[in-house]
C-alpha cells in the first residue's frame, strides 16, 4: 500500500512561473524524499530531507516538511518546459519506503 | 559511473506465461529493490535486499512471483504465471546502504504487457 498522497494529481502552469506540490502521509517517518520521473523513464531522485528538518533547498527546489501535519511540500521556482513529468514524494519509515501516486507537472512554454 | 542496468527494456507476453526481468545494480550498492509500478500509480516496493539476503518482500505476490540476488550482485525477478493485473512497468533500484539516509537510484524498467 501507498503511503504519501499528492496533492494537486495534475499541475499546468506557464514557464517562469512557479509550482508547489504538496505530499501528505499518515505514519511516523524517519525522512521523506522526492523524485522525478519523466515520461518513460525511471525515477531520478530530486532532494531528501530528514525528519528533524524543516526546509531544504537545492538550486530551484524547495522542500519543507511539517512532521505535526505530517505534510511536505516542494516547490519548483522559475520552471523551464524540462520540468515537465511526474512528482513523487516517499516516505521512509525504519528503511519501509513507500512512494505516492505522484504529481503529474506540465511546464508549457 | 555506470547506472542501474536492466533488461529487457520492453516485453509482451500472454497470461499464464512466464517472465524474468534481469537488474545489474551499481557496482559497489549492498542494497537492492525491486518496484512494480501500475500505469498512473506510485512504485510499490515488491523486495528488498541487502547483498544477497532479503530484508523484506512483504509485499512480494509470492505464490507467482520470485526473486534472486546471488553473489550479492545482479538480481533477477521472475513472474510464473503471469497474470493481466501484472502489467506495469518492473523498476530495480540500487543504494549504497539501505534506505533511511540515502538515495536510491533506479533502472530505466521493463515494461511488461500481459495479454
Known amino acids: 500500500s501507498q503511503q504519501g498522497e499528492e496533492d494537486p494529481q495534475a499541475l499546468s502552469i506557464q514557464e517562469g512561473e512557479n509550482a508547489t506540490m504538496n505530499c501528505s502521509y499518515k505514519t511516523s517517518i524517519n525522512n521523506l524524499q522526492w523524485y522525478r520521473q519523466n515520461s518513460g523513464r525511471g525515477l531520478v531522485h530530486l532532494i531528501l530531507i530528514r525528519s528533524n528538518e524543516r526546509e531544504k533547498h537545492s538550486g530551484r527546489l524547495r522542500v519543507t516538511l511539517d512532521t505535526s501535519k505530517k505534510s511536505s511540500s516542494l516547490l519548483i521556482t522559475a520552471s523551464r518546459a524540462a520540468d515537465t513529468a511526474s512528482y513523487f514524494c516517499?516516505?521512509?519509515?525504519?528503511?519501509?519506503?513507500?512512494f505516492g501516486a505522484g504529481t503529474r507537472l506540465t511546464v508549457k512554454p | 559511473e555506470a547506472g542501474v542496468a536492466q533488461s529487457p527494456r520492453y516485453k509482451i507476453i500472454e497470461k499464464r506465461q512466464s517472465v524474468a526481468f534481469w537488474c545489474n545494480p551499481i557496482s559497489g550498492h549492498a542494497t537492492l529493490y525491486w518496484y512494480q509500478q501500475i500505469l498512473g500509480q506510485g512504485p510499490k516496493l515488491l523486495i528488498q535486499?541487502?547483498?544477497?539476503?532479503?530484508?523484506?518482500d512483504s509485499q512480494l505476490p509470492k505464490d507467482r512471483f520470485s526473486a534472486e540476488r546471488l553473489k550479492g550482485v545482479d538480481s533477477t525477478l521472475k513472474i510464473q504465471p503471469a497474470k493481466l493485473e501484472d502489467s506495469a512497468v518492473y523498476l530495480c533500484?540500487?543504494?549504497?546502504?539501505?534506505?533511511?539516509?540515502?538515495?536510491?537510484?533506479f533502472g530505466p524498467g521493463t515494461r511488461l504487457t500481459v495479454t
Open positions: 535486499f541487502q547483498n544477497n539476503g532479503v530484508v523484506d
Open positions: 533500484a540500487s543504494s549504497l546502504v539501505p534506505t533511511g539516509s540515502y538515495e536510491q537510484y
Open positions: 516517499a516516505t521512509d519509515n525504519n528503511n519501509d519506503m513507500r
